[in-house]
């Protein structure tokens, strides 16, 4: 009796209770102290995280910020007048089509129209003619350039040109172009640019005359056509858009319009003095020694010494309302 009796005890003992063993649980001091000192840190560290986002985000927002106003900046182009600085006689009967500061306060302009066109060195001072080249009859003198002792000059409806000795204006070479027609012609002491008259502006070789690249002036998704007497100033391509009186300062690796000079003012200044008979503007002439631009037109007893003027915002209108393009023959 006794052996069966330790038996039921033991089986008893060893029963069927599942509860897992208390001292597997951990202590319930440690918990609660762990627990206390995690939720006197999380505030902060969830601050912290916080924080750190936000000037993530702002670093983020400002870099963004600062790239598109470098782009506008950029790219986005200014609008500028002038004040006039001096003005200087000018022939009333030059049909100015190219102008190009020759040194020593001289010019050397061509001029057009048939039977009538030449090129000719010029006093700044006085606007008296010193030595004249006159063309054949049956040519229309167009734009004008000077690269080393040399002048190129292009013709309207042609693709001859011709190069003269600077000192005595003999006629030295004859070219061919390659362009459609000859309107104007520019240099920045290694290649020359040239304008047809279309949204075009060439690169030409000035040894070979091959065109070795060209590019399409823009001023935004709009093409600017008549592209017409050109200026090397300061790395930039400036030319007259035929017929207005407009400048556009044009890049020359892309062609992107960089800014707009707007001379209304020139031309309307003169018909307020009673010169009816005048055209538009035409005829850009750079002073790079002395940071010097002239500016004249077609038939002005005026040429122009002038500092641009940044304008303040953008100009009413648009710019083919600006600079209406109108289809009259030269």
Not at 58 to 66: F, H, M, R, S, Y
Not at 222 to 238: A, F, H
Not at 297 to 305: C, D, S, V
Request: positive net charge; hydrophobic residues 35%.
């Amino acid at each position: 009796m006794a052996i069966r009796s330790r038996t039921r005890a033991k089986s008893t003992r060893l029963g069927s209770d599942p509860s897992p063993p208390m001292a597997s649980s951990p202590p319930l001091r440690p918990k609660a102290v762990a627990t206390s000192t995690a939720r006197h840190r999380s505030p902060w560290k969830r601050g912290l995280s916080f924080l750190f986002v936000l000037i993530s985000l702002a670093v983020l927002l400002l870099i963004n910020l600062a790239w598109k106003l470098s782009a506008f900046v950029v790219y986005s182009p200014r609008f500028y007048s002038c004040d006039i600085v001096n003005e200087f006689p000018h022939d009333p009967g030059a049909f100015t089509q190219g102008l190009v500061y020759g040194g020593n306060d001289t010019l050397f302009e061509s001029t057009g129209l048939y039977k009538k066109s030449s090129v000719r060195h010029v006093l700044l001072q006085t606007g008296r003619v010193q030595t004249s080249y006159e063309m054949d009859g049956s040519l229309f003198g167009e734009g004008l350039t000077l690269l080393g002792e040399r002048l190129f000059q292009v013709t309207w409806l042609t693709n001859i040109g011709f190069i003269y000795d600077r000192y005595n204006l003999r006629e030295r070479q004859k070219f061919i172009h390659q362009m459609h027609d000859g309107w104007g012609l520019a240099t920045d002491g290694k290649v020359l640019f040239g304008s047809d008259g279309s949204s075009t502006l060439y690169h030409i070789d000035p040894l070979t005359f091959k065109v070795t690249r060209n590019v399409t002036v823009r001023y935004g998704d709009l093409e600017i056509p008549y592209v017409n007497e050109l200026e090397y100033v300061s790395g930039e391509v400036w030319a007259n858009i035929w017929q207005t009186d407009c400048i556009a300062r044009i890049s020359q690796k892309d062609g992107t319009v960089l800014g707009w000079i707007l001379l209304h003012e020139l031309r309307e200044r003169l018909l307020r003095s009673g010169h009816q008979d005048i055209d538009v503007l035409n005829g850009i002439a750079w002073d790079e020694e002395k940071n010097r631009l002239f500016v004249t037109g077609k038939l002005w007893p005026k040429l122009y010494e002038i500092k641009l003027r940044p304008m303040r915002g953008r100009p009413k209108g648009s710019i083919e309302d600006l600079c209406p393009i109108r289809n009259k023959s030269k």
